[in-house]
């Protein structure tokens, strides 16, 4: 996995564990000895992350370092890079298709994000276009999320029964809890 860290210099420079790279590698000389229909059904991520749980980290931050932490793990740890990846293998074989729910990737995170603000996004013109809330900003966030939704709401009730009552009221004399009936109780 590649992590970025931000420096000084405002370039993007990232580090890696040449371990991972290592072990997916070997997982795939290995797994060449395996029937196709096997081979399919095998986790990689379950394989890759138990051998590598058993192996020394080799980072690098620089295409120098990456090459001598290569080196390095091909010839300093070939043989335990190897047994980890069979002894993945074994465990993951016993039980290829094990029911466990997977880590999501940030990419998906700052996917499901972006669709969360555009709902907001979305909810707020419907709001304004409605007139359930007064004019644009209103700034709708997830924090003020509830509140705005309850005064719509509210003032949705108002508008309703304002229809069907002969009185003439003015939306400002009727207050959060009026006589209208209203009850935000069950939202507290």
Same mark, same amino acid.
């Given at each position: 996995?590649?992590?970025?860290?931000?420096?000084?210099?405002?370039?993007?420079?990232?580090?890696?564990?040449?371990?991972?790279?290592?072990?997916?590698?070997?997982?795939?000389?290995?797994?060449?000895?395996?029937?196709?229909?096997?081979?399919?059904?095998?986790?990689?991520?379950?394989?890759?992350?138990?051998?590598?749980?058993?192996?020394? *980290?080799?980072?690098?931050?620089?295409?120098?370092? @990456?090459?001598?932490? +290569? &080196?390095?793990? $091909?010839?300093?740890? %070939?043989?335990?890079?190897?047994?980890?990846?069979?002894?993945?293998?074994?465990?993951?074989?016993?039980?290829?298709?094990?029911?466990?729910?997977?880590?999501?990737?940030?990419?998906?995170?700052?996917?499901?994000?972006?669709?969360?603000?555009?709902?907001?996004?979305?909810?707020?013109?419907?709001?304004?276009?409605?007139?359930?809330?007064?004019?644009?900003?209103?700034?709708?966030?997830?924090?003020?999320? *509830?509140?705005?939704?309850?005064?719509?709401?509210? @003032?949705?009730?108002? +508008? &309703?029964?304002? $229809?069907?009552?002969? %009185?003439?009221?003015?939306?400002?004399?009727?207050?959060?809890?009026?006589?209208?009936?209203?009850?935000?109780?069950?939202?507290?």
């Amino acid at each position: 996995m590649m992590n970025r860290k931000d420096n000084s210099f405002k370039t993007e420079q990232i580090y890696q564990n040449i371990m991972e790279v290592l072990v997916k590698e070997e997982i795939q000389r290995q797994l060449k000895i395996y029937p196709a229909q096997i081979r399919s059904s095998f986790n990689i991520v379950e394989i890759e992350a138990y051998a590598l749980n058993r192996l020394p *980290v080799l980072y690098a931050s620089s295409e120098k370092g @990456r090459d001598m932490q +290569k &080196e390095i793990g $091909k010839q300093k740890y %070939r043989k335990e890079i190897g047994i980890a990846v069979r002894r993945a293998l074994a465990t993951v074989e016993k039980n290829p298709k094990r029911h466990s729910k997977p880590l999501v990737s940030f990419s998906e995170i700052e996917s499901k994000c972006r669709e969360a603000q555009s709902a907001l996004e979305m909810l707020e013109d419907l709001l304004i276009q409605t007139q359930l809330i007064d004019g644009y900003p209103t700034d709708l966030s997830w924090d003020n999320l *509830v509140s705005v939704v309850e005064k719509a709401l509210k @003032r949705l009730y108002w +508008k &309703e029964n304002k $229809k069907s009552d002969s %009185r003439n009221f003015k939306e400002e004399e009727i207050d959060e809890e009026s006589s209208l009936g209203w009850d935000s109780s069950f939202i507290s």
